[in-house]
């Protein structure tokens, strides 16, 4: 995007959503929409990219085998069950799947600050593991004690906790994420109180100063491309 295009643009803020496994960052999307901030999930534009992108599929296909694709859809369990259990085969995936995403996620994010939004935000779990953070003015991390998560994430996911602490190990370690952060929305409790906690994030991040530009976008897509 040109420079003239740039300055029409007004202030903005980029923020980035990510939290450990079952800590409650969807929970926290939803309270960003309800406010009438647009979130982009990483997960969903992933889902969908794996779906209909012809170049990622047939990565995809070459590293791991057809089998991870039945009609043309992804077969999650199958390919769940081959990078979970194996450091280096998520990474192999990582490396596939980030680029691309991490790409489409700014273009989709461009687009909503050319139509109007001062604030966007974009949720994923890999925030920090792919080296994004630093493409967002400001990092909201969910965190819950581990046995919550643990809890949460294996009755989401139909599995069982011992292996949702297995995938959390494949992560940088919730405290670490917390450090990290410019804001923690701590979710031991109910609904209501993590609605309470995040509109007061959502409060501050409205009449907060950005630090990003879309240059720096720009340089962002060419990196994921």
Same mark, same amino acid.
Request: hydrophobic share 40%.
């Given at each position: 995007m040109?420079?003239? =295009?740039?300055s029409?643009? *007004?202030? &903005? ?21 309800? #406010? *009438?901030? $647009?979130?982009l999930?990483?997960?969903?534009? !992933?889902? @969908? ?10 990565a995809?296909?070459?590293?791991? *085998? #057809?089998?991870? &694709? ?13 990078v979970?259990?194996?450091?280096e ?13 991490? !790409?489409?996620?700014g ?8 139509e109007?939004?001062r ?16 493409r967002?003015? &400001? ?5 819950a004690? $581990?046995?919550?998560? &643990?809890?949460? *994430? !294996?009755?989401?996911d139909?599995?069982?906790? @011992? ?9 940088? $370690?919730a ?5 990290r ?17 995040? =509109? ?8 907060? $100063?950005?630090?990003? #530009? ?10 994921? @491309?």
């Open positions: 040109n420079e003239a =295009n740039n029409n643009l *007004g202030e &903005y803020l980029l923020i980035g959503l990510t939290g450990s496994i079952g800590a409650g960052k969807s929970l926290v999307a939803d309270i960003f929409r309800e #406010s *009438g901030i $647009p979130v999930s990483a997960d969903a534009i !992933a889902k @969908e990219l794996m779906r209909d992108n012809a170049e990622m599929k047939s995809i296909i070459a590293e791991f *085998g #057809s089998d991870v &694709y039945t009609d043309g859809e992804l077969n999650r369990k199958a390919l769940a069950n081959l979970f259990n194996d450091r085969q998520l990474e192999k995936l990582n490396v596939i799947v980030h680029p691309r995403t991490i !790409a489409e996620q273009v989709r994010a461009k687009k909503l600050i050319e109007g939004s604030i966007v935000a974009c949720e994923a779990a890999l925030i920090f593991e792919s080296g994004g953070d630093e967002f003015d &400001y990092i909201v991390v969910v965190d004690d $581990p046995e919550i998560r &643990y809890r949460r *994430g !294996a009755e989401r139909g599995i069982d906790p @011992e292996e949702v602490r297995k995938r959390d190990l494949m992560q940088i $370690p405290e670490e994420k917390v450090k952060a410019d804001f923690v929305i701590t979710n031991n409790g109910s609904i209501e109180e993590l609605r309470e906690k995040t =509109n007061i994030i959502v409060d501050l991040l409205k009449v907060l $100063p950005p630090h990003h #530009s879309l240059d720096e976008w720009d340089d962002m897509l060419e990196d994921g @491309e």
